[in-house]
């Protein structure tokens, strides 16, 4: 806050600022999501509300307004993302990372993945016969996955049940897949059906990946308007709180211009640097270690 306060032009704010406490930080930070969620509501943003409706389907009130305030204390290393990548970028970088496509759906994957030639029809639907000279349980198994071979149509729809058959509700492949006695008549059956449990185990991964492309990003679309309208208060009213001072000082001390001149200034009165809770993890608070240090 001194540095600042010796410098407020170089760090481009208002000269008159103000430092918010954590309560006045918090209310204002709840207005901003009040207000958004009420924009949300009014049905002018059309993104926004989907956002928002993507997020809330997923999680409770309470861990709603835990994740605002994640959002709030990370907004430092989220602005910069969006600074690198822009909005539309993010989203792409995030699929990239995760592989992907952007426009992709899930009806999309289920769809590939149910297309003749993406299995083997022919042993499966001979493992399908042997599953049903089998147990109770091989015979529902064998009836599941004849009749999803045999519906074409039916496929996408039917493709949850069929995953059933092969994989547990963790989405691993299950241990067994076809009982002793079944596959003692039909020895190949067991690799056929394992193959293809181990095929829909991947194709399961990638609509889970999927899932989590689209929740973040509803996740950062909802995190841009709410900072923004964080930002906007805190402008209109000559703001800041804490994370403010640390990303204000780090920019004005790594920028082209301001710096020399403030690390010149400073440095007149800086004889040592000591550094209180040094297991901080906050990159800002050591990016302004760094960039005092650096004239030492």
Not at 85 to 114: F, K, N, Q, W
Not at 179 to 196: N, W
Not at 259 to 288: C, F, M
């Amino acid at each position: 806050e001194s540095v600042l306060g010796r410098f407020p032009l170089e760090a481009g704010l208002a000269p008159h600022f103000e430092v918010m406490d954590e309560r006045t930080a918090a209310e204002a930070m709840h207005a901003a999501r009040d207000a958004l969620l009420l924009h949300a509501q009014s049905g002018d943003d059309k993104s926004l509300a989907d956002a928002v409706a993507a997020i809330t389907a997923r999680i409770s009130e309470d861990e709603f307004s835990g994740l605002m305030s994640d959002l709030a204390r990370d907004r430092g290393r989220f602005s910069r993302l969006l600074g690198e990548h822009g909005l539309a970028g993010l989203d792409r970088a995030i699929r990239d990372y995760l592989g992907i496509a952007v426009g992709e759906t899930d009806a999309d994957i289920v769809d590939v993945s149910s297309a003749d030639g993406a299995f083997d029809g022919t042993g499966l639907r001979a493992a399908s016969r042997a599953l049903q000279d089998g147990s109770s349980t091989d015979q529902a198994r064998g009836l599941t996955i004849a009749a999803w071979l045999e519906d074409e149509g039916a496929r996408d729809t039917a493709f949850d049940d069929y995953c059933g058959a092969f994989l547990t509700k963790e989405g691993g492949v299950r241990q067994r897949l076809i009982t002793q006695a079944a596959r003692a008549a039909a020895p190949e059956a067991e690799d056929c059906l394992r193959t293809e449990g181990e095929r829909l185990a991947v194709v399961m991964d990638r609509r889970r990946a999927l899932t989590v492309a689209a929740a973040t990003g509803a996740l950062i679309t909802l995190a841009e308007r709410l900072l923004a309208a964080y930002e906007a208060h805190k402008t209109a009213h000559a703001l800041l709180d804490y994370d403010d001072l640390i990303e204000r000082v780090r920019v004005l001390l790594e920028s082209d211009g301001g710096a020399s001149w403030a690390l010149y200034k400073l440095d007149g009165g800086i004889d040592h640097i000591l550094i209180d809770e040094a297991q901080d993890t906050n990159p800002d608070q050591w990016a302004v270690i760094r960039a005092l240090a650096d004239e030492f």
